[in-house]
């Protein structure tokens, strides 16, 4: 949506905390016991913070609208959260949690949904996808550490660079986000791979992923985040983002690269008036062993030398 928590003085966006912090247990006597049926997860495709079916911000909502099984009379996301609070004056965001059961939105914190949803439902779960564990006890803290930073300075840096007010908040946000690109980028390098943690997925990729997936195709140009590219800029970040998305269904089936243009430049009306959406970089992503031109014939040059 638009983006409205911008410091007047500063000119530096400031990303309001998440109001619903309720939370799904295992534990005897919880009020959101896991069972079978009961919750409804509401998300958009666009967002990286979830995938929103609609917004009041939209201008168009109706083009990334699903119809709402539980409330099919509801046309926009506000009325899931006016109907907890008439009074409620925050922004309508995704993901967003409800239990049918009681009818109550659980919460609107993506890192709190996503950890409810990996390990409080692992008993209703076929094995194969109960023993997966993206926050092994192992690598919490090396997992939570690369959660702070990159959530602050690139999940978070993309949004406080494009939509800073003033040149000097811009400018300490975009370097602050290429700096985290680049230590992402070191990491990878000498990882051992094929994840961001070795040779299973963590929280650390999806964290990452979010952002990195939609960064040549939007916030390159609409964000102004324009330094470097990943796909010519960031050779490790590249391979690692290519390789979840086309070795991982999960990533690839969930990743809709027009629908997430569409939502970023038609619906930021200050950053682009007109709502015109660019049609590249083409393709969205390469593939696995694809290169552009100039990381080819820099590799041509490397064998000759």
């Known amino acids: 949506g638009t983006h409205t928590?911008?410091?007047?003085k500063t000119g530096k966006f400031i990303r309001a905390a998440s109001t619903f912090r309720r939370f799904i247990s295992k534990e005897p006597g919880a009020?959101?016991?896991?069972?079978k049926g009961r919750y409804h997860l509401y998300v958009s495709y666009a967002c990286p913070w979830g995938w929103r079916f609609a917004t009041a911000e939209e201008t168009n909502p109706e083009q990334n609208m699903?119809?709402?099984?539980?409330?099919?009379?509801?046309?926009?996301?506000?009325q899931l959260y006016l109907a907890q609070d008439p009074d409620y004056s925050g922004?309508?965001?995704?993901?967003?949690?409800?239990?049918?059961?009681?009818?109550?939105?659980?919460?609107?914190?993506?890192?709190?949904?996503?950890?409810?949803l990996y390990t409080e439902f692992d008993e209703l779960l076929p094995a194969k996808y109960a023993e997966?564990?993206?926050?092994?006890?192992?690598?919490?803290?090396?997992?939570?550490?690369?959660?702070?930073?990159?959530?602050?300075?690139?999940?978070?840096?993309?949004y406080k660079s494009g939509a800073s007010m003033k040149q000097e908040a811009y400018e300490e946000a975009v370097n602050a986000l290429f700096a985290a690109?680049?230590?992402a980028e070191a990491h990878l390098a000498s990882s051992p791979g094929p994840f961001y943690y070795g040779s299973h997925i963590t929280e650390s990729d999806v964290r990452l992923y979010v952002t990195v997936v939609r960064f040549d195709p939007v916030y390159h140009q609409h964000f102004k985040c324009n330094i470097r590219d990943i796909r010519s800029g960031y050779p490790a970040l590249h391979q690692?983002?290519?390789?979840?998305?086309?070795?991982e269904d999960a990533f690839k089936s969930t990743t809709d690269f027009q629908q997430i243009k569409n939502h970023y430049t038609k619906s930021h009306l200050r950053l682009n008036p007109a709502?015109?959406?660019?049609?590249?970089?083409?393709?969205?992503?390469?593939?696995?062993k694809e290169e552009v031109a100039a990381v080819n014939a820099a590799a041509v040059k490397a064998k000759i030398v």
């Open 5 to 8: 928590n911008v410091d007047a």
């Open 132 to 158: 997966i564990d993206l926050f092994p006890e192992n690598m919490r803290k090396e997992i939570e550490e690369t959660n702070d930073w990159t959530y602050h300075d690139i999940n978070n840096g993309v």
């Open 66 to 78: 699903r119809p709402d099984p539980i409330h099919p009379t509801y046309t926009h996301l506000s």
């Open 181 to 183: 690109l680049d230590r």
């Open 240 to 247: 690692w983002l290519r390789r979840l998305f086309w070795g």
């Open 31 to 35: 009020n959101f016991p896991p069972e």
């Open 91 to 116: 922004r309508y965001t995704v993901p967003l949690l409800y239990d049918t059961k009681t009818d109550q939105i659980v919460s609107n914190e993506s890192s709190e949904i996503l950890r409810m």
């Open 275 to 288: 709502g015109v959406t660019a049609l590249g970089p083409l393709p969205h992503i390469l593939g696995l």
